[in-house]
């Protein structure tokens, strides 16, 4: 996908120039999503459920009166479990996503693809709760001055917002669980 007028053109231009074979990169308003997932109503849920979070977030928590929140926020949506523990390492075996504040990344696996059988203790991951759990520690990160809300803050609403019901044909939060 083309960056056309979206903002942080540079970042974004960075992020693609990084790409190795067989990922790719899509870009809404706030995001721009690299994955190597090939299905595309997964990566178009993804790309919705992310700008419906980020409103939600704004709505809620409005950003500090000098926070830049013009960054691009880069969300890396590994197609498999193994890919993410490729990515990732093999420290983060047993996580089902996380934020990495000092590469300013989202990282997280396909919500259609379950861990692989021989991690059956990890089989309740729900990707779907971790994309927006994550998503709001992204967020307060730009939001905040990328200074880091208290953990009790920060794990407290990740929670609350990982239970989110979204509507994607309205953009907006149903209810939460």
Same mark, same amino acid.
């Given at each position: 996908?083309?960056? +056309? ?5 540079a970042?974004?231009r ?6 190795v074979? +067989? ?17 595309k ?32 926020s ?14 990732a390492?093999?420290s ?14 989202l990282?997280?696996f396909n919500?259609e693809?379950?861990v ?12 779907i ?26 794990e407290?609403y990740?929670?609350?917002?990982? +239970? ?6 309205k +953009?907006?939060?149903?209810k939460?669980?």
């Amino acid at each position: 996908a083309a960056t +056309g007028d979206l903002h942080s053109r540079a970042a974004r231009r960075e992020v693609r120039a990084a790409l190795v074979e +067989g990922w790719d990169a899509f870009d809404t308003e706030n995001f721009i999503l690299v994955t190597n997932v090939t299905k595309k109503r997964v990566v178009e849920d993804c790309l919705t459920d992310l700008e419906i979070m980020r409103k939600e977030f704004l709505a809620r928590f409005p950003p500090a009166p000098d926070a830049d929140m013009s960054a691009v926020s880069t969300v890396r949506l590994c197609d498999g479990y193994d890919d993410y523990l490729q990515y990732a390492g093999e420290s983060m075996d047993g996580t089902g996503g996380y934020w990495a504040f000092m590469d300013e990344e989202l990282v997280l696996f396909n919500p259609e693809r379950r861990v692989p059988k021989l991690r059956p203790w990890l089989k309740d991951i729900d990707p779907i709760s971790i994309l927006y759990h994550e998503a709001m520690h992204q967020y307060f990160h730009y939001s905040n001055r990328q200074l880091a809300p208290g953990s009790w803050f920060g794990e407290g609403y990740g929670e609350v917002f990982g +239970g989110a019901d979204v509507d994607r044909r309205k +953009g907006v939060i149903k209810k939460f669980k």
